[in-house]
């Protein structure tokens, strides 16, 4: 990653967090050993990476996987038990706010302190305080969603598009133009059960509509988007309800085009680098809205080995620790890291893809929904099954928006979540109109 890549990303992310959704599984820990409970990298074998590579030379340490709601759950119960197991937590900046009115993290000034120097930009550090005015957790790694373009697919590219400037409607020609030269739906989205469709949603397709994720929900320009979107979906692979990770049917060929996450098409990328090209997301009305992640690390309070839980954070920031995160699980440093040279060509291609989206001139940030606690998984489900109903079953728009609104209102009125970027701030709950 160039020296301005590291920083423009870092920029955005400084103003945002956003949400990634894997699998995997708990862990069950050794007597003696530090427990690190996290939400990333859950994948059998991302996480099997992590034990094996990244916490080489790091305290003892047995790491647990668990989704973002049993997490929450768990941090939850261990506190009012006051019995403590976890020392070590590891989530994205929105699931660890809900564990600071929970009392359930330790505040870590020591530890921002011993990685001072380690040139963590000072904006990801505020983020880290989640609004106590003292430091809750490190940041740890990030990444963000990007477009794959097979080159197979370029020879189709309607005149005068720009693959690295897309409007959805141009999406929705290239992928008709496609379809009707080789008989073939070559564009893909992971809409499978565990793929990442509601991220693509609220963070790529609704802003650039709309620039709102939650206000302007069933507005005039929604209905707009998803007459638009249902074009783009004419020239889809029907087999994408079944995609939970676009990596697979890029590399199977059954898919030229697809959204996902930068580490859920990194194998396709080291596979075959010079098969494609990674591009911004395309663009709506109102720009070309993005979703950047961050992670953070904490220390649970009432940890069972804090000193070790402070070693294996100063491990986890260690520039060559990250580099090798970077290349062996397509997430980039948080620190002043130099990726080496010999860095695999699908990683090059990724922070290539990055550096399009983050430096796009009508680039729009969409930050990740914050303080819906465990109505999360609801909010999510409401643009699923928005995006069910009008794409998948072809029911109308109006009247499926206006259902799907008071869904959306019931969520934001029970939690008080105020409104996130791109939405304008409230005062209170985020409003639906």
Not at 338 to 351: E, F, R, Y
Not at 390 to 408: C, H, S, Y
């Amino acid at each position: 990653m160039t020296k301005s890549l590291r920083y423009a990303l870092l920029a955005a992310v400084a103003v945002t967090t956003a949400g990634i959704a894997t699998t995997g599984g708990i862990g069950r820990a050794n007597a003696q050993d530090l427990v690190f409970l996290s939400t990333q990298l859950r994948p059998i074998e991302e996480a099997q990476k992590v034990r094996e590579m990244v916490l080489k030379g790091a305290p003892k340490t047995t790491y647990v996987v668990d989704e973002p709601s049993p997490f929450t759950v768990r941090m939850k119960a261990e506190v009012e038990a006051n019995k403590h197991t976890v020392s070590v937590v590891g989530a994205l900046h929105g699931e660890l706010q809900p564990l600071v009115p929970m009392g359930a993290l330790d505040a870590i000034d020591d530890v921002a302190a011993k990685v001072a120097s380690r040139g963590i930009p000072a904006g990801l550090m505020e983020l880290g305080k989640l609004g106590s005015g003292k430091q809750l957790y490190i940041p740890w790694m990030q990444a963000t969603y990007v477009m794959v373009v097979k080159k197979d697919a370029l020879p189709f590219l309607p005149a005068g598009a720009d693959v690295n400037a897309l409007t959805y409607e141009q999406l929705a020609a290239w992928g008709k133009a496609i379809q009707e030269k080789t008989g073939q739906r070559r564009i893909g989205f992971p809409a499978g059960p565990k793929g990442l469709m509601a991220r693509f949603l609220q963070g790529n397709l609704y802003p650039s509509y709309t620039a709102s994720m939650v206000t302007e929900f069933r507005s005039a320009e929604a209905e707009k988007m998803w007459g638009d979107f249902k074009a783009v979906w004419a020239s889809v692979n029907p087999n994408s309800t079944n995609y939970d990770f676009m990596q697979e049917p890029l590399m199977a060929g059954e898919v030229w085009i697809a959204w996902d996450h930068v580490a859920r098409v990194k194998d396709a990328l080291t596979a075959a680098p010079g098969d494609y090209q990674v591009v911004a997301p395309p663009a709506g009305p109102k720009g070309r809205a993005y979703m950047p992640v961050v992670a953070g690390l904490g220390i649970a309070k009432g940890a069972p080995d804090r000193a070790n839980a402070v070693a294996l954070i100063e491990h986890l920031s260690k520039p060559e620790t990250q580099v090798l995160v970077a290349k062996e699980l397509g997430f980039f440093p948080v620190v002043n890291a130099t990726l080496p040279a010999d860095l695999p060509a699908g990683v090059k291609l990724l922070s290539e893809g990055v550096a399009k989206t983050q430096n796009a001139k009508d680039a729009m940030v969409a930050l990740l929904p914050i303080g819906l606690g465990d109505k999360g998984g609801e909010f999510n489900k409401v643009y699923f099954d928005t995006f069910q109903r009008i794409v998948l079953r072809n029911e109308p728009i109006k009247a499926t928006l206006d259902a799907q609104a008071g869904a959306m209102r019931d969520i934001m009125t029970a939690t008080k979540a105020p409104c996130w970027a791109p939405d304008k701030a409230s005062d209170g709950a985020c409003p639906v109109k």
